[in-house]
C-alpha cells in the first residue's frame, strides 16, 4: 500500500502543481461552450419539455470535461514518463499490475472529479439544475472517469511519441465525445445516425450522468449503466494483461 499511496501522490501533485493550465484551462473552455451554444441555441432547441437548452447542456459538458480530462492525465504522465525515461524507475518498484493502475486511475479520476465539480459549480451561477437523482450522477461520474482514465493508461503505453499520443486525443477521444449526445439529444436523429451514435459508448455515459439530473433521458439508465460497466470491466482486462506483459514498457 505504501507504493500506491506514493505513485499516487506524485500523480495527484503532477497535475495539481500545474493547475492554472489542468482545472483553470478547462473550466475556461467549457463555460465558452455552454455560453455560445445556449445563447444561440436557446431559442431553437427545445430538448426535453420544460427544460431550457442551457439546462439541458450542463450535464453533458461537465461529463465531457470529466472525460476528456481524465483521459489526459494517465495518458500524458505515461507518455512523459516513456520519453523522459523515467518510467523506468516505478517499472523496477515491486508494485503489482493492480496497484500501478488504480493509482493512474484515481488521480486521473481526481483530475476529472474537480474539473467537472469547478464547471458544475460555475454553472450555477447563471442556471439552476434539478439534482433529482443525486446518487445516478454520482455513480456515472466515478464509472465513466474510471473508464476514461484507464483507455488513457492504454493510449498512453501504446503511444511511443507525442504525436501519436496527439492522434488517440484528435482522433477518438474528442470525436466520441463531441458526437455522444453532449450537445444534442439522440432523439432528434434520424436514421441511421441514431442508430450509428448508440454504437458510441460515451453517449451511454452522458446520457445516463443527464438522467440523474432530470429524471429524463434518452436510454434507459440501467442499459447505460450496464454498458458502462461492461466497457469498464473489458477495458480493465485489456489493461491488466498490457501491463503483465509488459508491452511497451519494457524492453
Known sequence: MIGFKTLLIKEVMRFW??????ILAPLVSTLLYL???AHVLSTHSNVYPGISYGVFLIPGLIMMSMLQNAFANSSSSLIQSKVTGNLVFILLTPLSE????????????????????VVLCTSL?????????PLWIILFACLSSIVAATLGIIAGIAAEKFDQMAAWQNFIIIPLTFLSGAFYSISSLSSPWNTISRLNPFLYMIDGFRYGF???????????LAVVGGVGLILLWITLAILKSGWRLRG
Open 17 to 22: 502543481k500545474v493547475s492554472f493550465q489542468t
Open 35 to 37: 455560453v455560445i451554444f
Open 98 to 117: 493492480l496497484e500501478f493502475y488504480w493509482a493512474y486511475v484515481v488521480a486521473a479520476m481526481a483530475r476529472g472529479m474537480i474539473v467537472g465539480i
Open 125 to 133: 451561477f447563471f442556471f439552476q439544475l434539478p439534482f433529482a437523482n
Open 214 to 224: 432530470f429524471s429524463q433521458s434518452d436510454v434507459s439508465p440501467w442499459a447505460s
